[in-house]
């Protein structure tokens, strides 16, 4: 097989069956979606990590790596469901790493680097019904309830801004709570509200 003569390369040359499999690559990348692509990027990443605030508590967890070397880290990962238990019950839970992921994205797509104030992680059954009775905007069978939901603001953003970006990554639930100061985010299909 001949060589394409090519500046920039050694002995400005590349075979073509190099030129054609980087072809091939380039196509298979412009035929997936940017959302499917930015997914795949984020899976080869070194590692994962999240800052996180308790509003309630006052706890700070700060720069936990939560997924490294291709997997998530146990350890980290109960700290991260400890900083997001019932602060009402003390009730821990299991926290959905999609919705860490989730987290994740929003933190990087927005360059954060301090910590995301946490309003609402998990929420036990009682607590639940207890705010339902406070609250209309409170939904009988919360994702939260669930591990799978967190409210959340991010100190010096634009609220806005932080639900703009959870929007244009059309996975899960996004609310806006221009009122109370946060922005919902579950792993539940994509809607907004």
Known sequence: ?????????????????????????????????????????????????????NTHT??????????????????????????LRDHRTDEVRKIDVELLDMLFTVQNRLQVRE??????????QQSNAQLRKKSKGVAKKSLHTKGQAIDFRIPGRELRDVRKVA??????????????EFVHIDTGPFRSW
């Open 115 to 124: 910590p995301l104030h946490i309003i609402s992680g998990y929420r036990s």
């Open 1 to 53: 097989m001949s060589d394409v003569l090519l500046p920039g390369f050694p002995n400005n040359s590349i075979s073509r069956r190099t030129l054609l499999k980087s072809g091939l690559i380039l196509l298979a990348g412009a035929a997936l979606p940017t959302e499917a692509l930015a997914r795949l990027a984020q899976k080869s990443l070194p590692e994962r990590s999240l800052s996180f605030y």
């Open 58 to 83: 006052g706890e700070q967890l700060k720069r936990v790596v939560y997924w490294a070397n291709g997997r998530y880290v146990p350890e980290h990962l109960r700290q991260i469901n400890r900083i």
């Open 167 to 180: 929007l244009a990554m059309k996975q899960g639930g996004v609310g806006f709570y221009p009122g109370s």
